[in-house]
């Protein structure tokens, strides 16, 4: 992966400068604390930047849970972690009425779902309608109950988890479904010299030697985070990227044009939302480099992340050991770039 930690924004002028440097310090903040997991730090920020969520799949120990409680402490923005097990409830997660005797009245009690970061943790071991409600809250950015409608934040962002180990006793998230999640990132082990530093920083925090970056870099506002989506938006992006950007996912449409075989393995498609989705994150992963235009390495660099789960494998594809992800880059692959 390119290093999207440049120092020097080469191209941003201005406020959009000024702008960029405090996400670069907010970036390198993280960095410092979630050691190892740059990936993970990198698409928390993009899905920050094109107002969307995560789905994030990895082992257990990986700092996923550290990873989004570390961005909530940096910004504006209150944090609710919920463990999806068997027996949670569609109410656990939005909110539910409460009798309120002194006054002879139901008044909402909100839930966890009301606040600006939530993290779904191990989304998959709770059921189908504990799973719907998280999903429609996070497409239709509102919660209905006893016939109110109630808005979620302006800043709703959220992240949720899958352990890979265990399968038994998990509800699977529907593969219609698993479209309304921005991006689909896959994380691993850190290497031997980050583990090293991690040792090194919790024997540290342990003993109270080293405070939290995070204590002292000044929170980044809602206004500013605003202004950081409208100037990703407002990013160039030349007609022949946009084109190559589309032609990528007509591609997942129909394979057949770049080969017979792709053909017979990709059951479905990337839908609109994949298009708007890659051309959102594409635009964000330039503005983190500090351009204000996009290059096809953006585009190639987040596009697995966004399509994997778009672009579905046939019952045959799948018991040839085929998933979205290779899909994905055998499409990347075959499509000409600019």
């Not at 990132?185 to 080293?210: F, H, K, M």
Request: glycine share 6%; net charge negative; aromatic share 6%.
């Amino acid at each position: 992966m390119r290093d999207t930690l440049s120092a020097t924004p080469p191209n941003l002028s201005g406020k959009n400068q000024a702008l960029h440097a405090r996400f670069h310090a907010l970036q390198q903040s993280l960095a410092e604390e979630i050691v190892g997991q740059s990936r993970l730090i990198d698409r928390l920020l993009l899905a920050l930047l094109a107002d969307g969520h995560l789905l994030v799949e990895g082992a257990p120990g990986l700092a996923k849970t550290m990873a989004i409680r570390a961005l909530s402490s940096r910004i504006e923005a209150e944090f609710a972690r919920v463990q999806f097990t068997p027996d949670l409830l569609p109410a656990d997660l939005t909110g539910s009425e409460v009798w309120r005797a002194e006054q002879s009245r139901f008044e909402f009690q909100p839930g966890p779902v009301f606040h600006s970061l939530l993290l779904a943790d191990e989304i998959n071991r709770a059921p189908a309608k504990v799973q719907s409600a998280l999903l429609e809250a996070m497409a239709e950015r509102q919660v209905t109950v006893g016939g109110k409608t109630y808005p979620l934040p302006s800043l709703f962002l959220v992240m949720a988890t899958q352990n890979p180990i265990e399968q038994e006793g998990t509800f699977p998230l529907p593969e219609a479904q698993l479209d309304r999640f921005l991006m689909y990132v896959r994380i691993g082990y850190p290497d031997a010299a980050s583990e090293s530093q991690i040792l090194r920083l919790q024997r540290e925090r342990a003993l109270g030697l080293t405070v939290p970056d995070g204590m002292q870099l000044e929170r980044i506002t809602l206004a500013e985070i605003q202004a950081a989506r409208r100037a990703v938006l407002q990013l160039h992006m030349a007609p022949v990227l946009e084109q190559y950007l589309l032609e990528i996912v007509l591609a997942s449409r129909d394979p057949g044009r770049y080969d017979p075989q792709l053909a017979r393995r990709i059951a479905w498609g990337a839908s609109p939302r994949g298009s708007i989705a890659l051309e959102r994150c594409a635009r964000a992963h330039a503005w983190l480099a500090g351009r204000d235009y996009v290059t096809p390495d953006d585009i190639r660099e987040v596009a697995p992340d966004v399509l994997r789960h778009r672009v579905l494998p046939t019952y045959e594809a799948s018991a040839e050991g085929w998933d979205g992800e290779r899909l994905v880059s055998e499409l990347i692959a075959r499509v000409p770039h600019p």
